[in-house]
């Protein structure tokens, strides 16, 4: 007893981590650590004073509360949430909960001050922002300078330079689209990605991309099969920039076979589009992970295609601030079908439901 006792005390006297054991709302003990990180006195905690809900960021209340209700069917859960401190500043804290007792709630919650973290990545963040705004402005010049060379070249009937001069401006390209993908990315970190209101006719744009992508690419056919004979209401150009970065994607990820499929089919109120390749295919478990920022497959031959890991994060918050979402489905060696599903314009609703009904 005394030895488990004295260990118990080693573990609540723990300088880096802070502890505090929860009563319902309450927090009845917690360790130096605790009260040092946030402020408060032994005295205020035998007073009462402590109440984990009041010392929650507002805005972060409902995460904890989930947790708390996910503490009933898991062991330990861990979250990143701010306390409200005694002066009233924030302290960002990971939290690991352990449940003792549900029903009345008792529960351990293990506190480690994220400060040091979260600094570190919004460094990160503005050093992200902060190159592709610097690295944009030389390629822009260089890419003028590479046109205007060109031109005065063939004015002067010189072509011997004409396919360096185009492999250069396939690499200029190749760079300017990493760098507005970075750009992309800092702006939706920091909440600034703009979007335009249009009504956008789904059918027109994806022949569209179609098109484009198709006459980029001499290996792949790329067919587009159903239509939704609705539109959507969002950014043309954003929506653009998913169907162009799935596409270049499939061709990029099947580089032995051929046909890639875009499928349209709808419902009465959603579309879904589906773009399928029978290439590499994804493994099971990368299969959530390909939509996190930066974030590219283990597989040699994958790496070796230049990327950052930037396209699927961004389509998959361009289409979810469009109310939609997307899935993929895969097989290793078979290929990956990608699902986009969106809400259509009620008006688009309606002519549909229209049109069943006259069937
Ligand atoms: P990038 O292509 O620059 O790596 P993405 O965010 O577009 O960035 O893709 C993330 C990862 O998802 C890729 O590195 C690749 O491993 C995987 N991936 C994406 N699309 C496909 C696909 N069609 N087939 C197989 N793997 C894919």
Known sequence: MRQSQERANVLMNSSLIGINVIEGEQMVDANDTFLRMTGYTRE?????????????????????RQAHQDLATQQAITYEKEYVCKDGSRLPVLVCGVVLTPH?????????????????ERRKDDFL?????????????????????????????ISDAAPALSRMEVQVKQMERLIRELLDVSKIQAGRLEYARETVNLDALLQEVAETMQQMSATHTIVVGGATSGSLSGDKD??????????????TYAPDASLIEV?????????????????MGIPKEEREKIFERFYRGFDPSKRAVPGLGMGLYIAAEIIKQHGGTIMVESEVGKGSTFHVTFPLKRDACEAYKRKKKNL
């Open 129 to 157: 922002s902060m190159a592709s705004h610097e690295l944009k402005t030389p390629l822009t010049s260089l890419k003028l300078q590479l046109q205007l060379l060109g031109k005065h070249l063939a004015r002067q009937g």
């Open 238 to 251: 954003r929506l653009e920039q998913v169907f162009i970065n799935l596409l270049s994607n499939a061709i």
């Open 104 to 120: 009345p709630f008792q529960g351990i919650a293990f506190v480690l001050d994220n400060t040091a973290r979260q600094e570190l």
């Open 263 to 279: 499928e349209v089919s709808r419902s009465v109120e959603t579309v879904t589009i589906g773009v399928r390749d029978h290439g």
């Open 44 to 64: 205020d905690l035998r007073a009462g004073c402590l109440n984990w809900v009041h010392m929650t960021a507002p805005e972060d209340l409902a995460r904890a």
